[in-house]
């Protein structure tokens, strides 16, 4: 199985940049595309952007601009730039990825969320 470990809690000021990561462990080889999502108050959650194993990002309409996603697979890591922070971008922010059982003999097919973590922005 996988696991996901966001980064700490952030607190930031409106207008400034925060980068979040996400490591990944446990069966690492089983992941494929990894994501991530955010989830406002009284909201429902949100892709934010989705990455390939090869590095083909992918962000709905309405994200692009201020976000960037990136990842290094030796590392299993994926990171998530926001630029020009807005009070009404604090929320919860998700890490997830799929597994793929056509990975490794001992993969399944599945997806997997990390914990989340806090971000508020605020002045």
């Known amino acids: 199985q996988v696991q996901l470990k966001e980064s700490r809690e952030g607190l930031v000021q409106p207008g400034g940049s925060l980068k979040l990561s996400c490591t990944a462990s446990?069966?690492?080889?089983?992941?494929?595309?990894m994501h991530w999502f955010r989830q406002l108050p009284g909201k429902e959650r949100e892709l934010l952007g989705s990455?390939?194993?090869?590095?083909?990002?992918y962000y709905p309409d309405s994200m692009k601009g201020r976000f960037t996603v990136s990842r290094d697979n030796t590392e299993d890591t994926v990171w998530l730039q926001i630029d020009r922070l807005k009070p009404e971008d604090t929320a919860v922010y998700y890490c997830?990825?799929?597994?793929?059982?056509?990975?490794?003999?001992?993969?399944?097919?599945?997806?997997?969320w990390g914990q989340g973590t806090q971000v508020t922005v605020s002045s």
């Open positions: 997830n990825t799929d597994t793929l059982e056509s990975k490794m003999w001992y993969c399944r097919t599945s997806n997997v």
């Open positions: 446990g069966d690492t080889k089983c992941i494929s595309t």
């Open positions: 990455i390939t194993e090869t590095g083909t990002t």
